[in-house]
């Protein structure tokens, strides 16, 4: 993955390991928040991209990262060490990002 220098979106590139270890994450923080009550939980859409081998928004690169620590904890053994890789990748991306003065995620926050 290259290190989104302009906003871009990042862009993943995954081993095969990788991709399945993203993927079971992800299903894992879908389901538990469809046991929480949402019927239409966020983590759908990054799996969609990803198997589509497109680029992650923002908002995606953030769920798969919490997808990742939160799977990593209990993952099989097999899954660890792409899964540490991946979560290192994708964590650097999101923290390299730049926030925009619009995002909603600043809202509230003293300007």
């Known amino acids: 993955m290259t290190s989104p220098t302009n906003g871009d979106p990042p862009r993943l590139s995954l081993s095969r390991a990788e991709a399945w270890v ?4 992800l ?25 589509r081998d ?3 928004d923002s908002v995606g ?10 799977y990593l904890g209990e993952a099989p053994v097999r899954d660890r060490a792409p899964g540490r890789s991946l979560l290192r990748r994708i964590d650097d991306a999101v923290e390299s ?11 509230g926050r003293g300007a």
Not at 97 to 107: E, F, G, I, K, Q
């Open 97 to 107: 990002r730049p926030r925009s003065r619009s995002d909603p995620r600043d809202a």
């Open 22 to 25: 993203a993927h079971a994450a």
């Open 61 to 70: 690169a953030e769920l798969l990262r919490d997808a990742l620590i939160d």
């Open 27 to 51: 299903l894992d923080a879908g389901a538990a928040a469809v046991d929480a009550g949402d019927d239409a939980p966020a983590q759908c859409r990054p799996i969609r991209r990803i198997e």
């Open 54 to 56: 497109r680029a992650l």
